[in-house]
């Protein structure tokens, strides 16, 4: 943490206050402005209230739409008053005198002569920059919107490339109270001069001052202090795919979620198609959902777990790894369309199998409409308990008073021709109904009785309304042809015999049985919930007819129903309705993409198939083994759009110390790739301990120890099948310390960690030792390694994996 130099003199002190002072008394301006805004937004709203339901269609939609502006920006308004002002910039002359929308100057140079001879020079400009953009009443800006182009210079501008940049000041306020500044100088050999007096410099560093803050259980968002490198990746022009690569705590998560922030400013409409951001876990979503809010966006962005992307299904458990690499690779699609055109074969009227969630998680429960018959049981074999109660072999109607049957045989025939092609099952239901009604008309033999086409066609047309109106006819096709759920199927799936059937020569035995056993657990995986995505896409959903909402009569006539919900909803019920309502999106950001597996990724490609795209990941981080199948699938996703590459290179989250230790996994893991440089050290060296009386006490009292050492958090992390008796371990310690299985640790950090065994880690998966790579670098201060037996330490505690 930049502490303040004890020598700092009494001299430097007074300039500090003075400084703070010039910053108060803009704050207070900024305030004053902002009420009176506040008050203009009530009083519209107000006003408009007040005119009531009178008025002519025309007046009554300029009213809505005026409430709903003054709404929305009487919310902001109310969201940002909170630390609003966080940055200044003092420019000298730019080049030409333009000036931009937001008021301010548009050169990115300044104007020749702007420095004279004798390297002194005059502030021209100065900026200040905030969460939102205010404007005085004479249209002058009093603070710059982070977003906007006015500001970028207060992220890009460099001593190497300084600009117009003469002076870069952070600006730490609580509320209304300017509680200090730091100050960065650009171009330190000049003397500058504002309003006379020369430039002052106040601090040491303000991105130091942030790194070194102690971490809570939510991301704080980072636009006082946006680096170069990061700000090129914040602000690249959106169209096609923003790929961005970069090793553990550069930033890349920070960077999509002020991504979205930007975008949003840059286009609202293009991209009030809504932005999806996708995160590998529940958990990193929790961590990472409020810093959109204080960025200043009200609902056009979702941030959704991988496991959640699906409505009204959960991803609550995990696979062991070779489940996984079965059910997340390409492999499964294959099985998946097998499986959906099998299970017509099935019928309705059974139960579904064991172990499926009795409620919300198979489709019987959910829709009524299908349970398959037999249950696999419990046992590792998966032999059936029951026979499947299977679909009706026979079809009997009644046509022309005549007695008409089609057998197995002709059904099965029918049911073939129906299924030719690719298009999805749900949808060749009425191909499958014309089908049956053409084999009954020919076996009828009416289809002789009249010459004449235009007799014969109504004899046809009468024929096929009297069959399929018949009540044994829509039984028969319910029962024979039933609307498949994805749910259904996958349930179908856990039965190891049919699902060995459907998947003959795609998975092994192994695959099969592990699958299938997977299956009958109560609850879905990630994976699972990819697989019924895809179900969804391969089965179709049938068109149904619209509900209607019920709507005021006064909202129809001014057709601004769309208008209404602002003043019934809050904002987050607002967008929580706008995002599940939402299949596609504009914009997709997908964080931790290493992780994303190829079934995954069809996907994500499904909900942005007219998206633009960035993608933020570390290939070394990547827990799926089978890295070129996943590129391949990302590339299908992404399509034919083209890429821009970035590479984030500094690593802001670990000290030098505990990135040095981690860089020893990395060369393991991934011979030949750099890791990134850490910006700071702390001196503090990573802690080796061996388990003393037993592996739980051990870890308890390292925990402890930290939780004394540090003013945030302490993450345990564990191998993933220690994560339950972890959380045993640390009862008590309080909520400041955590315990996650080592998957679970992707994104998130802490001040200090403990990582308990890292030969358990690393053996859990083929990519285990990636996955331990990600657990020793979530420490922003501290890090402690315990080793068990396994770990083969050393005298000095270093386990085999950590040793030179
Ligand atoms: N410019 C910055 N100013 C202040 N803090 C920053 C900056 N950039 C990153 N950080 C901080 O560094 C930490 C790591 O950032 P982030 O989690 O976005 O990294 P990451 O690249 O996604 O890491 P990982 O790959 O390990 O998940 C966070 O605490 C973040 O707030």
């Known amino acids: 943490m930049a502490a303040q130099a004890p020598q700092e003199t009494a001299l430097e002190d007074s300039s500090r206050d003075r400084e703070i002072g010039v910053e108060q008394e803009h704050l207070d301006r900024v305030y004053q402005r902002l009420e009176e805004k506040i008050h203009e937004a009530e009083f519209l709203m107000n006003d408009a209230a007040k005119r009531g339901q009178v008025g002519t269609p025309g007046a009554l939609a300029e009213r809505d739409a005026q409430v709903f502006r003054a709404g929305v920006h009487l919310n902001r308004l109310n969201n940002e008053f909170e630390d609003f002002l966080f940055g200044r910039i003092d420019l000298l002359l730019g080049k030409d005198g333009k000036k931009g929308p937001d008021g301010a100057y548009t050169a990115v140079e300044p104007a020749e002569g702007a420095v004279r001879e004798d390297n002194t020079a005059d502030i021209a400009e100065t900026l200040h920059i905030g969460r939102i953009g205010v404007l005085d009443q004479d249209y002058a800006p009093l603070v710059i919107d982070w977003r906007a182009p006015a500001a970028a210079p207060f992220y890009r501008s460099t001593p190497v490339d300084p600009g117009r940049v003469v002076r870069r000041r952070v600006i730490r306020s609580k509320g209304r109270r300017v509680l200090g500044v730091e100050d960065d100088l650009m171009r330190p050999e000049l003397k500058a001069f504002l309003g006379g007096d020369e430039l002052a410099v106040i601090g040491d560093g303000a991105l130091m001052a942030a790194l070194g803050q102690a971490r809570s259980h939510t991301m704080r968002d980072i636009v006082a202090s946006i680096q170069a490198e990061q700000d090129l990746v914040i602000r690249a022009p959106a169209a ?123 489709a019987a429960n959910r829709t009524g409409q299908l349970a398959f018959g037999d249950d696999p ?140 056993r997977s299956l009958r657990r109560d609850g879905y995986s990630v994976h699972d919930i990819a697989m019924l995505d895809e179900l969804q896409a391969i089965l179709g959903t049938p068109a149904r007819p619209r509900k209607k909402r019920d709507l005021d009569p006064l909202d129809q006539l001014t057709g601004l129903e769309e208008l209404m919900p602002v003043r019934e909803e809050s904002q987050r019920e607002r967008a929580e309705r706008l995002a599940a309502e939402r299949t596609e999106y504009a914009h997709v950001i997908v964080d931790e993409a290493q992780d994303v597996t190829p079934m995954q990724w069809r996907m994500l490609g499904r909900r942005g198939r007219h998206a633009t795209w960035t993608v933020v990941g570390d290939p070394a981080q990547s827990s799926w083994s089978d890295v070129d199948e996943a590129a391949e699938a990302r590339d299908e996703a ?162 085999d994996l950590l040793r030179d």
């Open 240 to 362: 096609s795919v923003t790929y961005v690569e970069g090793g553990p705590g550069t930033g890349k998560t920070a960077v999509a979620l002020h991504r979205a922030a930007y975008l949003l400013y840059q286009d609202r409409r293009r991209y009030s198609g809504g932005i999806l951001i996708v995160s590998p876990t529940p958990l990193l979503v929790a961590y990472t959902e409020g810093v959109l809010p204080s960025l200043g966006e009200e609902g056009q962005v979702a941030i959704r777990a991988i496991g959640s992307l699906v409505d009204g299904a959960e991803a609550t458990l995990y696979d062991a790894p070779s489940t996984a690499r079965a059910k997340g690779s390409y492999r499964m699609l294959k099985v998946l369309r097998k499986a959906a055109r099998g299970a017509l074969e099935l019928g309705p009227g059974g139960r579904a199998p064991q172990g499926r969630p009795a409620s919300g998680g198979t």
């Open 377 to 516: 049981g419990d046992d590792d074999t998966g032999t059936p308990a029951r026979t499947p109660a299977g679909p009706p072999t026979r079809l009997r109607v009644v046509a022309f008073g005549r007695r008409l049957e089609l057998e197995a045989a002709e059904l099965e025939r029918v049911r073939r021709t129906a299924l030719g092609g690719t298009a999805p099952v749900n949808l060749l239901r009425p191909r499958a109904r014309k089908l049956l009604l053409d084999a009954l008309w020919t076996q009828s033999g009416a289809g002789t009785r009249h010459s004449d086409p235009e007799l014969a066609a109504e004899l046809r047309s009468s024929f096929d309304e009297d069959v399929s109106t018949e009540d044994s006819f829509i039984a028969f096709l319910d029962a024979w042809w039933p609307e498949l759920t994805p749910q259904a199927v996958l349930a179908a799936m856990a039965d190891e015999r049919r699902l060995g059937r459907w998947a003959r020569r795609i998975l092994n035995p192994g695959e099969v049985r592990k699958v299938a």
């Open 638 to 799: 992404l399509g034919t759009r083209p890429r821009r590459r970035f590479q984030l290179t500094v690593n802001y989250r670990n000290p030098a110390e505990i990135a040095q230790l981690a860089a020893k996994v990395l060369a393991l893991a991934m011979p030949g790739s750099t890791s990134p440089s850490a910006v700071r050290s702390t001196g503090v060296e990573p802690r080796f301990t061996v388990v003393r009386d037993s592996l739980a006490q051990t870890v308890r009292e390292e925990a402890a120890r930290l939780l004394d050492r540090v003013d945030g958090t302490v993450g345990v992390v564990v191998a993933m099948q220690r994560r339950e008796e972890a959380a045993k371990w640390l009862a008590g310690l309080g909520d400041r310390v955590v315990a996650l299985g080592s998957l679970e640790a992707k994104g998130l950090e802490y001040d200090a960690t403990v990582v308990v065994s890292p030969a358990e880690i690393a053996d859990e998966s083929p990519a285990g030792l990636r996955v331990l790579y990600v657990a020793l670098t979530r420490a922003t201060q501290q890090l402690t390694v315990v080793s068990g037996d396994r770990d083969e330490p050393d005298d000095c505690g270093v386990p």
